[in-house]
């Protein structure tokens, strides 16, 4: 019996035999991977990616799909958690290799979230493909100075090498969104650029600055107290380079230490 969309969860399935194939191929896993599936739906993608690689692990929050997807006898060496990837802690999930690739269609509405989760901390996967609103993926890979650079922006680019690498027509999906969607590949930047606290401080100061993106940098983060001798606070946000940023975020944490 065929699943039907849920709107509350933003499903839209990928449908389209040559697209998927496609996916798998810029993606490249290997049987030395473990893949990570987010939102594994009805399997379109999982049973391709089940082929190549001995080890994959699919959370999905729909629990009807999770059933489906559990009885699969094609699918024996795949584990399916049924539970909201939000709510998820990633460190109790057991994978069979160390070489974690993340893979997912992420639902338009919660994809912001899923990708902040992702890059708190440490990162435990080697890299992330996402199938996004096309939208969202300009946002990701936004250039200082334009108008979709933002707070998704700069965290993201902050930790992470982040490229568009495919347009995806709304036509491969059913059901069909009234959107382009683009598929996105995350990699990490090599070395811990920033410690927990300067992680937490870098998402607090892009908070206030970009939640009030029309004023300029001493006005949204005149509670910061920044000695605009060494920090030029003329600006607004959107003109501020993502190694700036990180320079802010290390300030305010030697700030706090009395450093």
Not at 25 to 52: K, M, R, Y
Not at 109 to 129: A, T, Y
Not at 186 to 215: H, N, V, Y
Request: aromatic share 8%; net charge negative; glycine share 6%.
């Amino acid at each position: 019996m065929r699943h039907f969309a849920k709107k509350r969860w933003g499903q839209h399935f990928l449908a389209d035999t040559n697209l998927l194939r496609k996916l798998v191929n810029l993606i490249g896993v290997s049987s030395s991977d473990s893949v990570l599936e987010i939102g594994p739906g009805e399997g379109a993608l999982t049973e391709l990616f089940a082929l190549q690689v001995n080890d994959l692990v699919g959370v999905e929050i729909d629990r009807d799909l999770f059933q489906g997807l559990s009885h699969r006898t094609d699918l024996e060496n795949c584990t399916f958690i049924n539970d909201d990837f939000l709510k998820l802690d990633c460190n109790e999930i057991t994978f069979g290799t160390e070489n974690i690739r993340v893979v997912g269609n992420l639902p338009y509405n919660i994809s912001s979230p899923i990708l902040f989760k992702l890059i708190e901390g440490q990162p435990f996967w080697r890299d992330c493909h996402f199938t996004v609103q096309k939208e969202v993926a300009e946002r990701m890979t936004a250039s200082f100075g334009s108008k979709t650079y933002g707070r998704l922006s700069v965290n993201l680019q902050a930790r992470a090498d982040v490229q568009m690498i495919l347009t995806v027509p709304p036509e491969v999906f059913v059901p069909k969104p009234r959107v382009e969607s683009a598929v996105v590949r995350i990699i990490p930047l090599s070395g811990q650029l920033l410690s927990g606290s300067e992680s937490d401080a870098l998402s607090m100061i892009t908070r206030l600055a970009f939640g009030q993106r029309r004023k300029m940098l001493r006005n949204s983060l005149s509670s910061l107290e920044i000695d605009d001798t060494w920090f030029d606070l003329s600006d607004r946000p959107e003109k501020v380079e993502v190694p700036e940023f990180i320079r802010l975020a290390k300030w305010v944490v030697a700030s706090r230490n009395g450093t």
